[in-house]
């Protein structure tokens, strides 16, 4: 799918970003486990706090391919930074969506200059995949909620100001859930330690820990019984936005290994002269275009709300997650002995892109879902 020429100038601007301020302190962040905030409201300077979101509260109004475009370039310099402002951006996105003025007004203009920072707040300790069955509990006292539970795996844990919350307001199953905006500092709001983690070490991963929490009425988004709805729209567009990361983490793997078979000497001859290693290249490469090519489809059957945008989220993410990974692993495999020292950048986008096939949806409800939308027609 071609790109215009706005959108090749996002895209240019995405990566120029990338290069300079991202590519250059991936490791020191993954190593350090630093949440790079000063890079990420520098991202935000360019549009990249709200990329989707309108233009009213300080969004950039851009379309779901325009954003797939950005996020695969900005995860080339950092797969796991890029990987959390997406997950803002979903954030931001739902309140922007299913808010009311004033809660547009009053949540998003600080999120899209990343001013503030948003956590998306579903997965609990005892339910990820299955999210209807969640347990967390907002009970209504008067004008406020009265929120208890935890939430589990929360990127941006601890540190971000806005927690995005799927909890029970009602009975069983989805129609009892509604969506709750927390915001950091309300008292009976607490965080479990820091996870230790394989990759997306520049983002922190907390528990969210609820215990008498009174959170007014005026900060649910949508009406009661519509959280799952919300949740369930957001995902879409954040499977969309995680896959276009697992592409940035193919695309510089890609790059990476074209440039290690051309310096790298074995057997008296460069290894790019290797005929198995040449075609191992180009499949790659190929794998890495189709990857990028069911996204894109998907992103533009997303942005005009087709009826198979979920089905085709859903395969893109299952497909491009998989996909990019192996490519991932497999230039790691290329790059012989270096590939596995902290010193050379693709042993870490194979581990921050490895996380990809679990999380916004496993690849295994990604299967239930794509199945679920054939058998019904």
């Known amino acids: 799918?071609?790109?215009?020429?706005?959108?090749?100038?996002?895209?240019?601007?995405?990566?120029?970003?990338?290069?300079?301020?991202?590519?250059?302190?991936?490791?020191?962040?993954?190593?350090?486990?630093?949440?790079?905030?000063?890079?990420?409201?520098?991202?935000?300077?360019?549009?990249?706090?709200?990329?989707?979101?309108?233009?009213?509260?300080?969004?950039?109004?851009?379309?779901?391919?325009?954003?797939?475009?950005?996020?695969?370039?900005?995860?080339?310099?950092?797969?796991?930074?890029?990987?959390?402002?997406?997950?803002?951006?979903m954030c931001v996105w739902m309140i922007d969506t299913f808010g009311n003025e004033e809660q547009r007004h009053t949540f998003c203009p600080p999120l899209c200059t990343m001013e503030k920072f948003a956590s998306y707040c579903l997965t609990e300790p005892g339910g990820g995949s299955d999210a209807a069955s969640l347990l967390t509990s907002a009970k209504r006292q008067g004008d406020h909620y009265i929120?208890?539970?935890?939430?589990?795996?929360?990127?941006?844990?601890?540190?971000?100001?806005?927690?995005?919350?799927?909890?029970?307001?009602?009975?069983?199953?989805?129609?009892?859930?509604?969506?709750?905006?927390?915001?950091?500092?309300?008292?009976?709001?607490?965080?479990?330690?820091?996870?230790?983690?394989?990759?997306?070490?520049?983002?922190p991963t907390r528990a969210v820990i609820f215990e008498d929490c009174a959170v007014p009425v005026t900060n649910r988004i949508g009406n009661e019984g519509q959280g799952f709805l919300i949740a369930m729209k957001g995902l879409n567009g954040g499977r969309i936005n995680v896959a276009s990361c697992s592409l940035g983490a193919a695309h510089a793997s890609v790059i990476l290994t074209r440039d290690h078979l051309n310096v790298r000497k074995q057997f008296g001859e460069p290894l790019s002269s290797n005929q198995y290693l040449q075609f191992k290249l180009a499949d790659m490469a190929t794998r890495l275009v189709a990857s990028r090519l069911m996204i894109r489809n998907a992103a533009v059957a997303l942005e005009e709300n087709r009826e198979d945008a979920v089905a085709l989220c859903s395969m893109a993410k299952l497909f491009a997650t998989d996909e990019c990974f192996a490519i991932c692993n497999q230039a790691l495999q290329m790059h012989g002995g270096y590939g596995y020292l902290k010193d050379y950048a693709v042993q870490q986008y194979v581990r921050d892109s490895r996380v990809h096939q679990i999380l916004e949806g496993s690849n295994e409800v990604m299967r239930m879902l794509i199945s679920r939308s054939l058998l019904q027609e």
């Open 147 to 203: 929120l208890n539970g935890s939430k589990a795996f929360i990127s941006g844990g601890g540190e971000s100001d806005i927690y995005v919350v799927m909890c029970r307001t009602g009975g069983p199953g989805p129609k009892g859930i509604s969506c709750i905006v927390v915001e950091k500092g309300t008292p009976g709001l607490s965080f479990g330690k820091k996870e230790k983690k394989v990759g997306w070490n520049s983002q």
């Open 1 to 89: 799918m071609g790109l215009n020429e706005e959108q090749k100038e996002f895209q240019k601007v995405a990566f120029d970003f990338a290069t300079r301020e991202m590519a250059p302190n991936m490791a020191e962040w993954d190593q350090k486990e630093l949440f790079p905030v000063d890079a990420m409201r520098k991202a935000a300077q360019l549009g990249f706090g709200g990329v989707y979101v309108q233009t009213d509260v300080g969004g950039s109004g851009l379309s779901r391919l325009d954003t797939s475009v950005i996020f695969e370039a900005l995860a080339t310099g950092c797969t796991s930074t890029t990987a959390y402002i997406s997950i803002h951006n």
